[in-house]
């Protein structure tokens, strides 16, 4: 159980192009998923925490407005990131939570090239 | 700022020994502290996840909590190279403040 997808795994796009990213929750439905990203040899950075028919809550420094983020329904979040430039090259994570016992279960992450 | 501190690393035992991670958090009034481990390249994966002062037990991994001092560990027994991952302490608070440490790199050598 507790199974998280993301696609794609992979993708490498031009600068200037969108992209987006879906985070589905397998088997059980999430009422809250978090964004995270991963730069090379450092820590997990949340990106922002949204839920079901809800805004999403952005941490300070992250554009909401580069990264765009919806949460349609209680397994799928997708997160774009407009206009993406070299810099925003990274690994994007995405996690669920059913919200009980605070257990956070990870997709498979995507890991994004600007060129 | 809520933070959670962990010794980066590198860690290194020899395979069969004892593993000893440790991660300490500021925010007194936490609730629920979890162990992820994440192979290089690869996204966090639960081991353990704990909630009461004491020891928890989950095959060759134990977790030990002690909210008075705001400490977590996780004991890794029997330590196999297969074990070589960076280990991920998080804490949250009911849904709330769930904040990762910097992570700790553990190198089992055959």
């Known amino acids: 159980g507790a199974v998280v997808s993301q696609h794609p795994s992979r993708v490498i796009c031009k600068s200037g192009t969108s992209v987006k990213i879906e985070c589905r929750s397998l088997?059980?439905?999430?009422?809250?998923m978090f964004w995270y990203r991963q730069f090379p040899k450092q820590s997990l950075m949340l990106m922002a925490t949204?839920?079901?028919?809800?805004?999403?809550?952005?941490e300070q420094g992250v554009e909401k407005d580069k990264f765009l983020i919806n949460h349609a329904s209680l397994t799928l979040s997708t997160l774009t990131v407009t206009s993406a430039h070299p810099e925003d090259s990274s690994f994007y994570i995405c996690?669920?939570?059913?919200?009980?016992?605070?257990?956070?279960?990870f997709g498979p992450g995507t890991r994004l090239t600007v060129l | 700022q809520k933070e959670v501190e962990q010794n980066s690393g590198p860690l290194s035992v020899p395979e069969g020994a004892i593993a000893s991670l440790n991660c300490t958090y500021s925010d007194r009034v936490s609730q629920s502290f979890f162990w992820y481990r994440q192979y290089s390249g690869k996204s966090p994966e639960l081991i353990m996840s704990i909630y009461s002062n004491g020891d928890k037990e989950d095959g060759r991994f134990t977790a030990q909590l002690n909210k008075a001092s705001q400490y977590v560990s996780l004991l890794i027994r029997d330590s196999q190279p297969s074990d070589s991952a960076t280990y991920l302490c998080?804490?949250?608070?009911?849904?709330?403040?769930?904040?990762f440490g910097p992570g700790t790199r553990l190198s089992v050598l055959p």
């Open positions: 949204s839920n079901e028919g809800s805004k999403a809550t952005y």
């Open positions: 088997d059980f439905q999430a009422t809250t």
């Open positions: 998080a804490v949250a608070n009911y849904g709330q403040n769930f904040v």
């Open positions: 996690s669920a939570s059913t919200g009980a016992k605070d257990e956070q279960f």
